[in-house]
């Protein structure tokens, strides 16, 4: 029984979401292979080969997987699933795009967003916005399987000595086509990866109060800002910031949850923190529900003391 991760990389280095991914890989059973499929990526496959508990990188290489086209990426995993019993992408925009072309094609069930491995064929997922969690039993031969990576540690990023093996680029599909990408520049950490994020809602009431309050206490504490989908819904925040069932699932060490009420799709998305604290001056916000740390205060006085503080 051999477990393949389908790595996330940006042809020089490996995406952090991977190394979650290794970890629920390791908790199936048996080896841990990797598939590194992108152009020019020789620098990836060697940084995949250093992630410990990955027995095998498979490298394969041209022009066609340069930009992670889902179709050509699903062929390429289609042309080397034989030799394995679990497929496993990371939970994210570009694991989402490719693994269910891959359990149609294979004819069997996607597993999605699973938070936990009970035995090689029985999982965890969260349903109903995270208010339950349901346990998938799978009875196909392989299994497809999307993992949510805050719900796994990440493997070590270094210690390991896997071998590197080459494998034969599939072809292009031409179903699809790379055109361009604008990529905002941004010198906070990414929201997924960020181990201290400040989140603020509809409270702040327009995109000048957000950035005027939120900025200095993301400054102090070199910390991703994110925001409630109110606040996204009202254009006081862009979408990329969104936290939450709609947006992204976060699981950071600290977060600063500032006027956000703490509806479902919102706890949805951040519940996993390590630490909440919550700023609000409703006392009967949901938020506090799940909060670590409450503070009952009006955020425009509450915060700008907060980063005098620090």
């Known amino acids: 029984m051999t477990a ?19 970890t629920a890989a390791k ?22 080969a250093q992630i410990a508990g990955v027995s095998k990188v498979i490298h394969a290489d041209g022009a066609q997987l340069a930009h992670g086209l ?15 019993s679990h497929i496993l992408f990371p939970a994210t925009a570009a ?58 540690d990440p493997a070590a990023a270094t210690g390991g000595s896997a071998a590197v093996e080459t494998a034969a680029a599939a072809a292009d599909s031409g179903k699809s086509s790379f055109v361009g ?29 957000f950035n005027e309050v939120m900025t200095p206490l993301a400054d102090k504490l070199g910390a991703a800002i994110g925001a409630s989908r109110a606040a996204v819904d009202a254009g006081y925040a862009p979408n990329d910031l969104q936290v939450g069932q709609t947006g992204k699932i976060v699981a950071p060490q600290l977060y600063i949850a500032c006027g956000i ?7 949805a998305g951040m519940k996993d923190s390590k630490v909440i604290v919550a700023i609000n001056k409703d006392p009967e916000a949901p938020i506090f529900s799940v909060a670590d740390y409450g503070l009952e205060a009006d955020l425009f006085t509450a915060v700008p003391e907060l980063v005098k503080a620090l």
């Open 4 to 22: 393949l991760v389908i790595a996330e990389h940006d042809n020089a280095s490996i995406k952090g979401a991977t190394l979650n991914t290794v």
């Open 27 to 48: 908790a199936c059973g048996g080896d841990v292979h990797m598939l590194v499929a992108g152009h020019n990526a020789a620098a990836a496959a060697a940084a995949a």
């Open 70 to 84: 889902a179709e050509n990426v699903a062929a390429q995993v289609l042309a080397i699933a034989g030799n394995y």
């Open 95 to 152: 694991g989402k795009n490719v693994a269910p072309r891959v359990a149609a094609k294979l004819d069997v069930g996607q597993i999605s967003d699973i938070t936990k491995v009970d035995s090689p064929d029985t999982f965890e997922r969260p349903i109903y916005a995270g208010n339950a969690i349901a346990t998938v039993q799978s009875l196909d031969a392989k299994k497809v399987i999307t993992v949510r990576t805050t719900g796994f």
């Open 181 to 209: 990408s604008e990529i905002a520049k941004n010198d906070r950490p990414e929201l997924t990866a960020a181990k201290i994020i400040v989140s603020g809602g509809r409270a702040l009431g327009s995109s000048e109060k």
């Open 261 to 267: 009420s703490g509806a479902i799709q919102h706890l």
